[in-house]
């Protein structure tokens, strides 16, 4: 069965740091870029970073651009999102994806899976 399980979200203060966990639990999207979406309350999805499949090329969203690293680890199937400096805006349901590559991950074209989301929430 196809699954992709996030784990890491929680309440936190401003200015803390999370670590999200994103894990592949069947090893199905090894060849596949990977990425991070957020949704806040009344909001639409949108996106946060992503990865090609080499690990070697990263896109960011200029609203967390500096403050979050995209990472994966081949040999456990899992893509990290290790935010710092969080605010209360950061406040979201944060999703994994699978997608092609970064760049249309990026664009939130093709998204082939999403995960069940994982609650953030930021205080002030």
């Known amino acids: 069965q196809v699954e992709l399980v996030e784990s890491g979200g929680g309440l936190v203060q401003a200015g803390s740091s999370l670590r999200l966990s994103c894990a592949d639990s069947?090893?199905?999207?090894?060849?596949?870029?990977r990425g991070w979406f957020r949704q806040a309350p009344g909001k639409g999805r949108e996106f946060v970073a992503a990865?090609?499949?080499?690990?070697?090329?990263?896109l960011y969203s200029d609203a967390m651009k500096g403050r979050v690293t995209i990472s994966r680890d081949a040999a456990r199937n899992t893509v990290s999102l290790q935010m710092n400096s969080l605010k209360p805006e950061d406040t979201a349901v944060y999703y994994c994806?699978?997608?092609?590559?970064?760049?249309?991950?990026?664009?939130?074209?093709?998204?082939?899976?999403w995960g069940q989301g994982t609650q953030v929430t930021v205080s002030s």
């Open positions: 994806a699978v997608g092609a590559t970064a760049s249309t991950l990026a664009a939130m074209r093709g998204i082939r899976y």
């Open positions: 069947g090893s199905t999207f090894a060849g596949y870029g």
């Open positions: 990865i090609d499949r080499t690990g070697r090329n990263t």
